[in-house]
């Protein structure tokens, strides 16, 4: 009878784990997720463009896109599906590449450092009005690229009526970012978007080291 049931466990690992193999060959609703951050930096992109006085819009538009390509459509037929986690990492590469090149480029042509904020700003005042600062938290999340969630990037730390507090586990951006500039600019143009979103509110985002919170 032992026997028999030790029989019986393995086969119940080796079926959970093949489904889980199964699973990472099919799209799934965290690919669509990643996919969705890499649409958003896109339109980041194409913001910071617009700081560009003259026809240097049209001039690092084409060359930052030839140089890191990200496709658009529906993803279903983007995809390579014998290759799903590869094809979204590298799209992710690209896109964080894309906009580091270019804020260096922006800074390097004389654009003001505030200019650039406020794109960021203004992204975070179109979203929609929060109730909660947890809101803010999981709007940032699902905006900003940080990896698959099961890499524990940022974390929560803590979340109260009136407080919201998460870690940054494990920036994921500076190694891209320190190529162009200093990384600890990513952060400032993050943090913006989040000061966009709770405009108007009563919550404010204060840091700490790697210690962020949403307090009002």
């Given at each position: 009878?032992w026997?028999?049931?030790?029989k019986n ?6 079926i959970?784990l093949?489904?889980?193999h199964?699973?990472?060959?099919f799209?799934g609703?965290?690919?669509?997720l990643?996919?969705n951050?890499i ?5 980041i ?7 560009f ?6 001039k690092?538009?084409?060359i ?27 799209r992710v590469?690209?896109s964080?590449n894309k ?10 042509k004389?654009?003001?450092?505030d ?5 960021y700003y203004?992204?975070?005042?179109n979203?929609e ?8 938290f999981n ?5 900003f690229l940080d990896?698959?969630?099961c ?7 803590e979340?109260?009526?009136n407080?919201?507090?998460f870690?940054?586990?494990?920036d994921?951006?500076?190694e891209?970012?320190?190529k162009?500039?200093?990384s ?8 913006e978007?989040v000061?966009?979103?709770?405009d108007?509110t009563?919550?404010?985002?204060k840091?700490?080291g ?5 307090e009002?």
């Amino acid at each position: 009878m032992w026997y028999l049931s030790q029989k019986n466990n393995f086969i119940n690992v080796r079926i959970s784990l093949e489904k889980e193999h199964d699973m990472s060959l099919f799209l799934g609703h965290i690919h669509f997720l990643m996919y969705n951050k890499i649409l958003f930096s896109e339109e980041i992109f194409e913001n910071l463009l617009n700081l560009f006085k003259d026809n240097n819009t049209t001039k690092y538009k084409k060359i930052l896109n030839e140089e890191y390509p990200v496709e658009k459509g529906n993803l279903t037929d983007l995809i390579d599906e014998n290759n799903i986690h590869g094809w979204l990492d590298e799209r992710v590469n690209r896109s964080e590449n894309k906009i580091a090149k270019l804020v260096s480029i922006l800074l390097e042509k004389g654009i003001n450092i505030d200019d650039i904020k406020n794109v960021y700003y203004n992204l975070g005042l179109n979203e929609e009005k929060i109730e909660a600062p947890e809101d803010a938290f999981n709007i940032m999340t699902s905006k900003f690229l940080d990896g698959m969630p099961c890499d524990g990037a940022i974390i929560p730390v803590e979340n109260t009526e009136n407080t919201f507090t998460f870690k940054i586990n494990r920036d994921v951006h500076s190694e891209i970012w320190s190529k162009y500039i200093n990384s600890e600019i990513y952060w400032t143009l993050r943090n913006e978007f989040v000061k966009g979103i709770l405009d108007d509110t009563k919550y404010k985002l204060k840091r700490k080291g790697d210690i962020y919170k949403i307090e009002g």
